[in-house]
């Protein structure tokens, strides 16, 4: 699970509806904070503005420009 803002969280919401983001206190205070798996197909829309996004799509890309190498041969 990797921390977004609420803003990102809405983005993922707005392409997926039934996404698994958890959300801290639950009550109206400001001291929640927005919790997302580290799903590609979420992590993908928030990739520009979430800094552990980018670097789990980062190392997701390089597995698998490894394994198509591995497989050419």
């Known amino acids: 699970m990797i921390s977004i803002t609420k803003a990102e969280s809405e983005r993922v919401r707005e392409v997926f509806p039934?996404?698994?983001i958890v959300?801290?206190?639950?009550?109206?205070?400001?001291?929640h904070h927005y919790y997302l798996p580290e799903a590609e197909k979420y992590?993908?829309?928030?990739?520009d503005s979430n800094y552990a996004a980018a670097s789990i799509c980062k190392q997701?890309?390089?597995?698998r420009e490894r394994n198509k190498?591995?497989?050419?041969?």
């Open 60 to 63: 997701i890309d390089k597995e």
């Open 23 to 31: 959300r801290t206190c639950i009550q109206k205070s400001k001291r």
């Open 18 to 20: 039934r996404a698994e």
């Open 43 to 47: 992590l993908r829309l928030i990739v």
């Open 69 to 73: 190498r591995r497989y050419r041969h």
